[in-house]
């Protein structure tokens, strides 16, 4: 019998995942290879740093997911090159031979050459991140409420995210609340008008690729949860025990949370000749490499273009993505082809704390309530398995009736508040 081509995936994330499903039916071998034996949520992984969802709400194993894709394999490993002319994936535990190979590695924290910020900031990027960052919030509330200290105290006690994109929006409303509404609670001794949340953004506006009324919208909701703003200013350098900004400021603390922005990660070695910008591998309207039909790149690792413009690092980009490549992969089989790669661009949305979400969706902008309940249905859409949905969905309830924040455990090793070293993954 013949061997039926052999597809290889490097990368279980929402590229990698979309590709493998849309080959469940096809006739060849898929492998798919990543370093975690889990398929991460990333857009929820502000919730597991701030005390809201259990990991396991917004992580599932790879092998499961799969389950019912009897031509689909998994393997746990580190791709470490790729040799596109002799058609091999090396990886920790071996080599493999491809026929076709998609790269969905998706991207890494960028910290724009800033070596002092890679040192003494976390990014939000994997789940290890985000239980640091959990770990190190509430780590610091323990060191506050016994210290005499007072500079000591304000240090811990402050918290600055460095970015105002989507995630750092997210991030410092969901910090912001739990300090409101949930820690005084617990640390009784502590004066909360010592606690602060600094959002620092080198633009002139948060969430500047939404519309500005949002962007006000969203300004004032986190106004009113206590974030202060730093608009307009780089972050400079960063120390165990502050950051400067580039106009002089000095703010002392021991939290710097990085989200400012991200690049595309692809395994060492990986030959593609012309990457755009963010490090994004350029690839034709099929998504694949120009000289090699046979390699596909997808998702925040690749740059596709679309009428001029590069699409985004979403997660829809690399899921409709996914299924494209199979799709074209399929085609290829019975020597048909396909029109070239079109995005649907659904809107993007971002969460401004509890009951309060902003969303561009077309010509339609939404906020508020109704902009949280739409949040809230996409979100548990795309989550997968029904288990992750129904947690994730108790969590939610259970914080909108009771402000409350059950996952409050202080388990990773950065849990004394103390400034450690960063905790990312290979590769960074
Ligand atoms: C905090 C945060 C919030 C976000 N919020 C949103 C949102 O609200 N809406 C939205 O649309 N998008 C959001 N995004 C972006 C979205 O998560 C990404 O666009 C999406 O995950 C990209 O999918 P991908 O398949 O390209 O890569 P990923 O989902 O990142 O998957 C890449 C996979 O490759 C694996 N991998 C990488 N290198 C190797 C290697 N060398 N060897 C083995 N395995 C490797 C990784 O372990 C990972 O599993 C958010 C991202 C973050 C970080």
Not at 151 to 177: D, H, I, K
Not at 185 to 214: N, Q
Not at 223 to 249: T, Y
């Amino acid at each position: 019998m013949a061997k039926r081509p052999h597809v290889v995936i490097v990368g279980a994330g929402f590229g990698g995942l979309a590709a493998s499903r849309a080959l469940r039916h096809v006739d060849v071998d898929v492998t798919i290879v990543d370093r975690n034996n889990y398929h991460l949520f990333q857009p929820l992984l502000y919730q597991v740093a701030s005390g809201l969802l259990d990991p396991s709400a917004i992580a599932s194993p790879v092998r499961t997911i799969v389950r019912r894709s009897p031509n689909v394999d998994v393997l746990r490993a580190e791709v470490t090159s790729v040799d596109v002319a002799k058609q091999q994936v090396k990886t920790s535990t071996g080599t493999l031979d491809y026929d076709y190979l998609i790269i969905a590695t998706g991207s890494v924290t960028d910290y724009f050459g800033n070596q002092d910020a890679r040192m003494h900031s976390t990014g939000l990027k994997d789940l290890s991140e985000a239980l640091a960052l959990r770990s190190r919030l509430l780590g610091c509330f323990e060191r506050a409420s016994l210290t005499t200290d007072s500079a000591a105290r304000r240090r811990l006690l402050t918290f600055a995210v460095v970015g105002a994109g989507p995630t750092g929006v997210e991030y410092s409303g969901a910090v912001a609340e739990l300090i409101k509404h949930v820690l005084p609670k617990d640390y009784r001794r502590i004066d909360f008008a010592e606690v602060s949340v600094v959002l620092i953004e080198a633009g002139e506006r948060v969430l500047a690729t939404f519309a500005p009324r949002l962007s006000r919208l969203a300004t004032r909701s986190l106004e009113r949860k206590g974030v202060r703003f730093i608009l307009g200013e780089s972050v400079r350098a960063v120390d165990d025990h502050g950051l400067v900004l580039d106009g002089g400021e000095r703010i002392e603390t021991t939290n710097v949370v990085w989200t400012a922005g991200v690049r595309a990660t692809t395994p060492p070695d990986f030959a593609a000749d012309a990457l755009g910008r963010a490090g994004r591998v350029k690839v034709t309207q099929s998504l694949h490499l120009s000289n090699h039909p046979e390699v596909f790149v997808i998702g925040d690792a690749a740059a596709a273009e679309q009428a001029g413009a590069v699409l985004p690092m979403l997660a829809p980009v690399a899921i409709q993505g996914g299924k494209y490549v199979g799709g074209v992969i399929a085609a290829r089989l019975t020597g048909t082809s396909i029109s070239p790669f079109r995005y649907h661009d659904k809107g993007t949305m971002a969460t401004v704390g509890r009951g309060a979400a902003v969303a561009q969706i077309g010509p339609v902008r939404i906020n508020g309530l109704v902009g949280w309940f739409i949040w809230i249905f996409i979100h548990l859409l795309y989550l997968v398995g029904f288990r992750n949905r129904a947690l994730a969905l108790w969590s939610w309830a259970w914080n909108y009736f009771f402000w409350d924040r059950p996952v409050r455990l202080i388990i990773a090793p950065s849990a004394d508040g103390q400034s450690s070293p960063p905790t990312a993954g290979p590769g960074r």
